[in-house]
């Protein structure tokens, strides 16, 4: 399987720009997850869903929106990109609803979106 | 509040060196779990074990070994007998209450020269 593509690969956007960051799953997991890879910093928790229709907001939400209109996708929107906005965009889903299983709650990556603002 | 420290910000070693990468965590929680990624140059971020408070042991695989301490709060990773493909960041991860939310240490960067 596929696992999590995630689209763009790179990106560069001027600022003041809109993006959508595209996050796609085949896992059929209920949850996923946003965060942003920055040097020095590791990965920080933008957005996560739990289960389709619900979203919440991480360590560093502001300037980012989401939506998860279905199990499978979790589309991450910049409004109004911002330079500080530069960074990797890491994908992530997981299964909550394994019981205790070796992978429950185990996040699976996506092969990340390098992100430019100028 | 929960936090992750990787005091390795980076590490080189030759080959064939073991070399240990230090993860210590912070937590009221009693119940939570433990993880350690590898971030490979290409850049994606590979699972490399998972690890709940009940359980102590230590685990071996292959060369990588996982040393669980709940009296220090650590999860110390050793890899035996290094390979220059074992060259990337390594990442420590805390994952506690219920929403899988993911605590990550800022990573150690692991050298490993031929």
């Known amino acids: 399987t596929a696992g999590i593509t995630q689209a763009p690969t790179s990106q560069i956007l001027a600022a003041g720009r809109s993006m959508t960051l595209r996050c796609t799953q085949d896992?059929?997991?209920?949850?996923m997850y946003w965060y942003r890879q920055d040097l020095g910093l590791g990965l920080r928790l933008i957005h996560y869903s739990n289960t389709a229709g619900t979203t919440g907001k991480g360590e560093v939400p502001d300037g980012y929106s989401v939506s998860r209109a279905n199990t499978d996708d979790f589309p991450l929107t910049l409004a109004s990109a911002v330079p500080s906005q530069t960074s990797v965009y890491f994908c992530?889903?997981?299964?909550?609803?394994?019981?205790?299983?070796?992978?429950?709650?185990?996040?699976?990556f996506g092969p990340g979106t390098r992100l430019t603002v100028l | 509040a929960q936090k992750v420290t990787q005091a390795q910000t980076e590490i080189s070693v030759v080959e064939k060196e073991d070399v240990t990468l230090d993860c210590v965590y912070e937590t009221r929680d009693t119940t939570y779990y433990l993880f350690w990624y590898k971030q490979p140059p290409s850049g994606e971020l590979v699972f490399l074990i998972r690890r709940n408070s009940f359980d102590e042991q230590n685990e071996i695989s292959g060369r990588y070994s996982w040393n669980f301490q709940k009296s220090t709060s650590s999860f110390n990773f050793t890899i035996t007998a290094s390979q220059v493909v074992d060259s990337a960041v390594y990442f420590c991860a805390l994952s506690v209450g219920n929403f899988n939310k993911f605590y990550f240490g800022s990573g150690t960067k692991l050298n490993v020269k031929p």
């Open positions: 992530a889903s997981s299964d909550s609803r394994l019981a205790g299983g070796p992978n429950t709650d185990t996040q699976y």
């Open positions: 896992m059929r997991h209920n949850a």
